[in-house]
């Protein structure tokens, strides 16, 4: 007999509660707010958020994902609130969550199904980061989480790395100074086990082509199946209608041999069924958003999830 576990990652387009957080730059998402961040509002994305997660997979599996990397939490509350919603509360999820010095106040975090994963230990690392006048910038901070996946360990490194906003080159150097960070966290694992399994996810602002990327599969020897994807035709964000898949998920090879694991990968895809997009007009197939600018579309994310799906051999 065997099992399949879906592993996703989900960049959920700034998932704010309504309450002011004097510590960080929140103010738009107040139901004062230049967004009009309503409780309503909270609640709706709320709903439909789990309604997303409960149905990752589910082509391949008959079960809602082991465990989801987040990007785009304000605090621990939001994440209760999202398994504790509608469609994730009755399957025994859980979460790890920490605060970054994020300016805005994002963070990522891990909810995952106890039946099947057992966390077992967790922590985060930041990225240092300086403006061009040398003061510090802040940006999410990186986290590693180590759990039994039915009695296999394996190390979850969850990533939502710098922006692009400010030029593609220009930024680089932000999700270079990442990557380097992962694959330091990487080496301190290798060095005190043999062959770790290790996976890393996220919203990486970048491509599996750009050097970030080729450099966590060079230097960590990590397997990234989502150079594979067609960006004509799907990715898991539009950028001026164009397709790109800045949201991955990596693997070492040891989930290749069926000698070291009884789980080994099968499939890796964006997740993006109709229901998540919008139906009609200019940006028909594109992912339905929340908000456009400080236009509220009532939508999901900016972002589709991405997947994979790892088979269980008893």
């Known amino acids: 007999m065997s099992y399949k576990h879906t592993i996703a990652f989900y960049n959920i387009e700034n998932l704010f509660d309504t309450k002011d957080d004097v510590y960080t730059d929140d103010d738009d998402f107040l139901p004062k707010g230049k967004k009009r961040w309503t409780l309503k509002r909270y609640k709706k994305k709320i709903k439909k958020l789990g309604r997303v997660i409960s149905q990752i997979g589910d082509e391949d599996s008959n079960f809602p994902p082991a465990f989801v990397g987040l990007a785009e939490v304000e605090n621990r509350q939001v994440v209760e609130d999202l398994i504790n919603g509608k469609h994730l509360r009755n399957y025994n999820y859980n979460l790890v969550h920490y605060d970054s010095s994020d300016e805005r106040g994002i963070d990522v975090a891990l909810i995952y199904n106890q039946d099947v994963f057992n966390v077992t230990h967790s922590e985060t690392f930041s990225v240092y980061l300086e403006k061009e006048n040398g003061q510090q910038d802040f940006t999410r901070d990186i986290l590693l989480v180590t759990g039994k996946l039915n009695d ?17 080159e220009a930024t680089e150097y932000k999700r270079l100074a990442a990557a380097d960070k992962v694959n330091q966290i990487i080496l301190d694992l290798k060095e005190t086990q043999s ?42 964000l539009t950028h001026f209608s164009e397709w790109f ?10 989930f290749f041999d069926s000698k070291s694991t009884k789980l080994n990968f099968i499939k890796a895809d964006v997740f993006n069924s109709k229901f998540l997009t919008q139906y009609r007009g200019k940006y028909v197939g594109q992912p339905f958003r929340t908000y456009v600018g400080l236009k509220y579309k009532g939508g999901y994310s900016d972002h589709f999830p991405v997947y994979i799906i790892l088979k269980e051999d008893a």
Do not use: C
């Open 152 to 168: 296999e360990q394996i190390h979850v490194i969850i990533n939502h790395w710098s922006s692009r906003r400010e030029g593609v």
């Open 195 to 236: 062959d770790p399994k290790i996976i890393v996810m996220g919203d990486f602002n970048d491509t599996a082509q750009n050097n970030s990327l080729l450099s966590l599969e060079n230097s960590s020897q990590l397997y990234n199946p989502f150079k594979l994807i067609d960006v004509s035709t799907k990715g898991s």
């Open 245 to 254: 898949v800045f949201d991955q998920i990596l693997f070492s090879n040891s």
